[in-house]
């Protein structure tokens, strides 16, 4: 039998900054999607999805055939197959996990890597690969494969695992030595809108940076400081202003907390403060955060909470706060309190070394 594990993911800092080739700061935690495979007599993969309650069959060999939006199971397959892999026996394939679905925890991209890691692992004789490779791998699958507006984070860092400063720009990693104390998970209950808030906040930050650069065609958005916010605003439409905002002050607030996390001493408080900044840019300038999840942030604060903010692209799901021992039940059942289906404490998940 096949057995694999893969975390969920949280976004700490630079949502909506990866598909502007800007860095993020993520990280992994203890909620899982676990695959579990037996071989059987059949030139087909038998999967059953028991969180979505639901099973299907996919032939071996489905090269050629068309592939329908947000197949990521046939895409990765689809993926592979054109890097030179093959699939030659059949399994019966169970997958389940306590990762919140649509919540922001990024369960569709831990289900795809643990999808290619099961689809390298019955590959036959000896195949080199890295953590990096598997998760540029589930990033062609899920974005690149159906041209839809997200970006590798979410791949990236649950196939590397960690807390992880990436460049976006270049694919490249580093592992964040800091801490966030207590991290306190609240479930909204309250369905996302990932594709719709994602192509909106994608689309208009870009048209702003086709104004700049316009005017400016040696301008680079990895060079910017806050102060060419000032510099280019009179130049973009009134309708991409508060985007252009949001694009700038996220980069410059991810990288102030970068400096932070470098060191394993990280100031908790400093970091929250730096959290609600980010979580300020993306509902006040992005738009991403429903009223009911603004008010459920602003008790957890008042409660003792360093800083707090929403998970994934937004428009629903699940928030995240930083907490330190004292204040960390007062928070949790401020979350319950205010109307969150569910809030428990996680911790960050490492690589085995």
Known sequence: MIGIRVPARICFFGDHQDYLGLPVIAGTIDRYMELEAKPIQ?????????????SRTVPLDTNGEKVAPRDYI???????LEKGFRFKQGYKIEISGNIPINAGLSSSSALTVAWIRFLVAIQEGRIRFTDSDIGHWAYEAEVRFFDQPGGLMDQYTIAQQGLLF???????????????????????????RTLDVLQNARSYQQNALYGIKALNPEFKIQDATVTDYEKYKGVIPEKYGRYWYAAIHNYDITQKAKRLLKSENSDLMELGELMNRHQKVLEDYIGNTPKEMAMMMD??????????????????????????????????TTFLDNGAKAAYQVELTYPKV
């Open 42 to 54: 059949s030139n087909e993969f038998q999967l059953e999805l028991k969180d979505m309650n639901s």
């Open 74 to 80: 046939r895409s990765a397959m689809a993926v592979l």
């Open 166 to 192: 990436i460049d976006t720009l270049h694919g490249k990693t580093e592992r964040l030595k800091g801490r966030l104390g207590n991290l306190v998970i609240a479930e909204s209950g309250i369905a996302k």
């Open 299 to 332: 008790a957890a604060r008042k409660a003792g909470a360093n800083g707090a903010k929403i998970i994934g692209s937004g428009g629903g799901g699940c928030m995240v706060a930083i907490v330190d021992d004292a204040h960390k039940q007062d928070v949790i």
